[in-house]
């Protein structure tokens, strides 16, 4: 395999949410009875007439804006004939020679820490498919639910620039983050409203000419992406070095066997006899709506990310809180405190707390402002880390004040270097054997006693005055 390269271009749709669908009043929303959001219009009946859905304009510009890409001046729609038995009306309105957007790119960041461009050579609007449906019908028959038709997506079309599945499912993933960040879709992929095809051939190493290329469709997670590209640059490599001509057609991944299989013959544009929309006029984009559109962008993925890292957070660190628009926002809120130690208490601590309840951080009890005091305490050493935590439990449970739940339940950390001693004295007193060990050189020890004193003050002890007063009373 060595002596070829994968070239893989990744087609992306993102279902906009948009409360109606892209050419009439039905409602978009996901997981309605089947056929229950239908109207002429989407159904295609004669003589119903679309009429472009404004937000679903907005949205493709934020993306398209957020992608870096040029939003076109005048924008058309155009016809995309096929028969499928989820297309009620035998074409599907789509855009081919005017798109909203051309260019852009994506910066994606391997683990590594390298980083690789992927451009972007169009972004465009088009009307959803409906579904069909395999269960739930009787048995050797099929139903189509049309819920879906006429539900507005974006389509995002790649340059060939990515050489391998790993890096595939990175674009993916990065492409993803940016576009939640932008509030346009919640580009689930288990929903379908974020829906990933392939385009994949292999050359020989050092070449530049493109192979024969291979569709890839049916990829319904990051995990399914690679997989499927992996077994079909497998593929392709045992039929090239068997001298085998490869076939230009579409496959899909069966996830169960993990294969992919031939399921038609690839089609070339001009297989759709694309031809413009008589129902709908050019859609002139004036420059001061592309402005207004641009204002209401968020701070972005790699912004936010460059912001982190200067703050002192690790490039993992900045990564994992990044990846999930609503981790960053609350760690934003966490005021007054280092922010590797918000970080900590956040991801770490309060995270796993809420992952090992089934919570959310938009539904915890626990606030911003509520960790940062808890953060406060620890690091001024009004209580000790492990308090904190217990502390931390009462909050992700109840709720509440920190401060207030450590005066109520006695939890102040005890410096008092006299009442300390005391009690290290009576440890070393009660453990003379350990004591001797120590002594005898068994480092382990000094830890054994160390623990009792906390145990012996409930874990309210200073743990660097207890670990003075030892070794003082021990004279190491």
């Keep these: 395999m060595s002596d070829f390269e994968p070239v893989i271009g990744l087609e992306v749709h993102v279902e906009l949410r948009t409360r109606s669908k892209m050419f009439c009043g039905c409602s978009a929303d996901f997981g309605a009875p089947p056929n229950t959001h239908v109207c002429p219009v989407c159904l295609g009946l004669p003589g119903a007439l679309p009429v472009v859905n404004r937000q679903a304009v907005v949205y493709a510009m934020r993306a398209a804006l957020a992608l870096h890409g040029d939003i076109a001046e005048e924008t058309r729609f155009d016809r995309k004939n096929y028969h499928y038995p989820d297309l009620p009306k035998g074409y599907q309105i789509s855009q081919y020679q005017h798109p909203i957007s051309t260019g852009g790119h994506l910066d994606v960041h391997r683990p590594d820490g390298s980083v690789l461009q992927v451009r972007i050579r169009r972004l465009h609007m088009e009307e959803d498919t409906g579904k069909s449906l395999h269960e739930g019908v009787p048995a050797g028959q099929s139903g189509v639910d049309f819920n879906r038709c006429g539900v507005p997506l974006i389509e995002i079309v790649m340059e060939a620039d990515v050489h391998s599945p790993e890096d595939a499912r990175l674009t993916l993933q990065t492409l993803r983050t940016i576009i939640l960040y932008t509030g346009v879709s919640d580009v689930r992929m288990e929903e379908g409203s974020l829906r990933c095809d392939a385009n994949v051939s292999l050359r020989p190493a050092g070449t530049t000419a493109f192979g024969t290329l291979v569709e890839v469709k049916n990829m319904n997670s990051f995990r399914s992406v690679q997989r499927a590209l992996e077994f079909e640059v497998r593929r392709q490599g045992a039929a090239l070095e068997a001298g085998e001509r490869i076939a230009r057609e579409t496959r899909h991944w069966d996830e ?24 709908l006029g050019a859609l002139r984009v004036e420059r001061a709506w592309v402005a207004a559109v641009a204002a209401t962008l968020p701070e ?18 900045a990564g994992v809180l990044v990846e999930d628009p609503p981790l960053g926002d609350f760690f934003d809120a966490i005021a007054g405190v280092p922010a590797r130690s918000a970080c900590s208490w956040l991801t770490v601590e309060l995270l796993g707390r809420l992952n090992a309840r089934g919570e959310s951080i938009t539904a915890t009890r626990v606030t911003p402002e509520a960790l940062s005091a808890l953060i406060r305490l620890v690091e001024g050493g009004t209580i000790s880390a492990k308090i904190g935590k217990d502390v931390l439990d009462a909050m992700v449970a109840d709720g509440g004040d920190p401060e207030a739940i450590v005066k109520a339940r006695g939890l102040t950390q005890i410096s008092d270097e006299g009442a300390l001693a005391d009690e290290v004295r009576k440890v070393l007193a009660a453990h003379a054997s350990v004591v001797e060990d120590f002594r005898s050189g068994k480092g382990k020890a000094f830890g054994f006693l160390v623990g009792q004193v906390m145990k012996a003050t409930r874990g309210q002890a200073n743990p660097s005055l207890v670990n003075s007063l030892l070794r003082k009373e021990l004279g190491s």
């Design 256 to 279: 169960r066997r993990g294969i992919t299989f031939s399921s038609r013959s690839k089609e070339e544009a001009d297989d759709y006899r694309y031809f413009p929309e008589p129902d």
């Design 300 to 317: 972005l993925p790699e912004a936010r990310q460059q912001r982190y890292v200067a703050s002192g957070l690790t490039g993992y660190d």
